[in-house]
Nanobody, 124 residues
Framework: VQLQASGGGLVQAGGSLRLSCATSGLTFSRYSMAWFRQGPGKDREFVAAIRWTSSSHYSDSVKGRFTISRDNAKNTVYLQMNNLKPEDTAVYYC???????????????????WGQGTQVTVSS
């Protein structure tokens, strides 16, 4: 199983980025997918998730600004990030799990597979 995250970069506050996570080696349509991030000196935190049912979930800090989506035909999950803030600066990781339950969807240890991360830097 491989997860390849891309799309990070440097953007000014208020700008937008779109992250992609291309997967291989798994039956993508049956997996729940998530984005986490880890800022400097911080723990890895939940950003957004989309279950195999396509229901989506967001952290309070990104709700209304970020949108997670999936394309089962391309085995890819996306994170559209709008109105970016300096506090969004972090390495963003995608993750996949076959059996994550709703009550645990925000917990990193529930996910079996992880991508390598892509850096997002938001300047003020």
């Amino acid at each position: 199983v491989q997860l390849q995250a891309s799309g990070g970069g440097l953007v000014q506050a208020g700008g937008s980025l779109r992250l992609s996570c291309a997967t291989s080696g798994l039956t993508f349509s049956r997996y729940s997918m998530a984005w986490f991030r880890q800022g400097p000196g911080k723990d890895r935190e939940f950003v957004a998730a989309i279950r195999w049912t396509s229901s989506s979930h967001y952290s309070d800090s990104v709700k209304g600004r970020f949108t997670i989506s999936r394309d089962n035909a391309k085995n890819t999950v996306y994170l559209q990030m709008n109105n970016l803030k300096p506090e969004d600066t972090a390495v963003y990781y995608c993750a996949a799990d076959r059996e994550v339950i709703l009550s645990s969807i925000k917990l990193p240890y529930q996910y079996d597979y992880w991508g390598q991360g892509t850096q997002v830097t938001v300047s003020s």
